[in-house]
């Protein structure tokens, strides 16, 4: 097995800016490494998250931030799971608030997608989805809230 080599400074400052700024390689690159004119950030930001997202520290930093905001990746499966089901029972419930209707609905798989984006989730749904065992219900139920969003 292969010992993992510890990240740079530089390394851990892109990891740390990639992080805070929604997850976003090409700006977390040029605020690491200082942006100079007639570079392909796109480019050298993509190259350096394959290199760091399997790093220790890379994960731990990710845990720490899913453990400040309170969530985590089964929360944003159960979310989308509720709305889904919600929607089943019609264009409009009735709660204790009010009617929670197909916009409320809307918006709040959008605030869901928003959430799994940050912490991309989105790209590995289907791996970890199967990963745990849950292939058939949530791999389905994430491609129809795709659907749904888009």
């Not at 994960?59 to 089943?88: P, T, Y």
């Not at 959430?115 to 849950?134: M, P, S």
């Amino acid at each position: 097995m292969k010992e993992e080599k510890e990240l740079s400074a530089k390394h851990k400052a892109f990891v740390d800016i990639y992080l805070q700024n929604g997850r976003n390689a090409t700006q977390a690159y040029k605020a690491a490494y200082g942006g100079k004119e007639g570079k392909d950030y796109a480019t050298l930001g993509s190259r350096l998250l394959k290199n760091v997202e399997k790093s220790q520290y890379f994960v731990e930093k990710s845990r720490e931030l899913q453990e400040k905001v309170g969530v985590s990746f089964n929360w944003a499966v159960e979310m989308n799971k509720r709305i889904l089901e919600d929607a089943m029972l019609g264009d409009q419930i009735p709660t204790e608030s009010g009617w929670y209707t197909k916009k409320d609905r809307m918006a709040a798989l959008k605030g869901v997608k928003q959430i799994t984006d940050l912490f991309g989730w989105e790209a590995a749904t289907k791996h970890k989805l199967d990963v745990e065992g849950n292939a058939a219900n949530g791999a389905m139920q994430i491609e129809v809230v795709r659907k749904i969003i888009k």
